[in-house]
């Protein structure tokens, strides 16, 4: 069963910066996408906002509301990603999902959330 772990959120001033970690564990199968989706304070679920992609090629994308803040990356040999996050925003504040796909499952399996607080 895959499982990701994340780690790195908590509470920041706007303007600086944090480190976001996912690992997958129990991966037996490549994995495909990687990404992050946030849900902002008092959002359903169905409201999650998509972030940043990565591709197994490295091939990024990012939603304008951070394109030039923040920067995704991947160490396939350890199934995990990261999300550098700078010049954070009061509104950046949310629960950060990670997410991995895996075609040959057919899956897009997610993290727990990470809290991310930013204040003015």
């Known amino acids: 069963q895959v499982q990701l772990v994340e780690s790195g959120g908590g509470l920041v001033q706007a303007g600086g910066s944090l480190r976001l970690s996912c690992a997958a564990s129990?991966?037996?199968?490549?994995?495909?996408?990687m990404g992050w989706y946030r849900q902002a304070p008092g959002k359903q679920r169905e409201w999650r906002e998509w972030?940043?992609?990565?591709?197994?090629?490295?091939?990024?994308n990012y939603a304008d509301s951070v394109k030039g803040r923040f920067t995704i990356s991947r160490d396939n040999a350890k199934n995990t990603e990261y999300l550098q996050m700078n010049s954070l925003k009061l509104e950046d504040t949310g629960v950060y999902y990670c997410?991995?796909?895996?075609?040959?499952?057919?899956?897009?399996?997610w993290g727990q959330g990470t809290q991310v607080t930013v204040s003015s």
């Open positions: 129990g991966v037996t199968s490549t994995i495909n996408g």
């Open positions: 972030v940043t992609t990565v591709t197994s090629g490295g091939s990024t």
């Open positions: 997410y991995v796909d895996i075609r040959a499952e057919g899956k897009r399996y």
